[in-house]
């Protein structure tokens, strides 16, 4: 009698297992991940906006090669680009932050909306999101150009002690489907 129900539980065991089992779900699967990169990280203080005369030089600009897009990976999986900043600006002056993606030729891809840091701000924080949309128009980017452009205001005095401190970084989405593979 022990053997028989022995027997018996394991059946119903094995049948109830798998009965209403969906195997097809393995089709459906989405990974999401996320990376995050440190991108550039300056403080400037007034000798920075003055040439070597003493004359204001209000539009500092440098372009560099940063593979934040590169491989296939980006290429077929990334659904967003979160660029985030903190900045500080202690000069008594507007001073806007624009980035800019080239390709190898410099062309330009995408302008990031320009971030706008009001005088005498300490720690303000600012997100710029590239969207799904707009990914395919920065996969190609080789380099970046930075532009830091300073409003009209009094002049720059060396001897005070005011800066412009910016920190930047980019949070990568991505989505992996069972239909990529």
């Known amino acids: 009698m022990k053997n028989i129900?022995?027997?018996?539980s394991?059946?119903?065991?094995?049948?109830?297992c798998v009965s209403g089992v969906d195997f097809d779900q393995i089709d459906d699967i989405e990974v999401y991940t996320d990376?995050?990169?440190s991108l550039v990280y300056f403080n400037l203080d007034a000798n920075d906006f003055l040439d070597?005369?003493?004359n204001e030089t209000l539009v500092l600009s440098d372009t560099f090669n940063i593979p934040v897009f590169a491989g296939p990976y980006s290429e077929n999986y990334l659904i967003q680009a979160d660029f985030l900043f903190t900045i500080s600006n202690t000069f008594t002056r507007d001073i806007?932050?624009?980035?800019?993606?080239?390709?190898e030729n410099d062309n330009s891809l995408f302008l990031v909306e320009p971030i706008n840091s009001l005088p005498n701000s300490i720690n303000e924080e600012y997100?710029?999101?590239?969207?799904?949309a707009q990914i395919p128009n920065v996969i190609t980017t080789e380099k970046f150009v930075m532009q830091i452009l300073m409003g009209n205001g009094t002049p720059l005095d060396p001897s005070l002690n005011l800066s412009f401190n910016a920190e930047s970084a980019v949070l990568l989405h991505y989505k992996v489907t069972t239909e990529d593979e």
Do not use: W
């Open 5 to 8: 129900i022995g027997i018996l």
């Open 10 to 16: 394991i059946l119903l065991l094995l049948t109830g």
């Open 35 to 37: 990376h995050n990169a």
């Open 52 to 54: 070597d005369l003493g």
């Open 96 to 103: 806007s932050l624009q980035y800019e993606f080239l390709d």
């Open 127 to 132: 997100i710029r999101i590239i969207s799904e």
